[in-house]
């Protein structure tokens, strides 16, 4: 369905001569395939799901953030605003994010799920977060939140 929904913003874009929402469903499709390739030699034939669809996705978006940053400490403003207007196309894909006060209750709901009780615990309660929460919460974001609980 998310596969379904970027191909019809390509065509779209294309066809408002949209040049950076083209540029970017090209970027995420040809990150999709690479990643369908990959899956191939796991014995997955029909390509990946959308929840690991939507954590690629994120992955782009956290990709650009650090690109942001670069490119403003020197003083690039004109590529910072480049790689922000593909942030804003890549989350048309994305569901609603968690606000940080849903994000703190998700957070401390899958702790109590999962009885972590020290920092040691961390990776458990974040793969625990991934697979509930994919594409609706920033993981760094919760990283922070997740080790002030557990610290």
Avoid at 4 to 26: F, H, P, Q, Y
Avoid at 60 to 81: H, P, T, V
Avoid at 90 to 114: H, N, Y
């Amino acid at each position: 369905m998310l596969r379904a929904r970027i191909n019809d913003t390509l065509k779209e874009s294309m066809k408002s001569k949209d040049g950076v929402a083209t540029s970017t469903c090209r970027l995420i499709l040809a990150a999709l395939k690479d990643r369908d390739i990959a899956d191939r030699s796991k014995g997955n034939q029909e390509g990946i799901g959308d929840d690991a669809i939507l954590g690629l996705l994120q992955s782009m978006i956290k990709q650009r953030r650090e690109a942001i940053q670069l490119y403003r400490d020197g003083n690039r403003a004109e590529l910072a605003e480049k790689e922000q207007a593909e942030i804003d196309i890549i989350e048309r894909f994305l569901p609603e994010q968690l606000s940080d006060e849903a994000m703190a209750e998700a957070v401390q709901g899958v702790i109590d799920e999962t009885g972590a009780g020290s920092i040691k615990e961390m990776g458990r309660v974040m793969g625990a977060l991934k697979e509930k929460y994919a594409g609706r919460m920033d993981f760094g974001k919760a990283s922070g939140i997740v080790k002030d609980k557990l610290g």
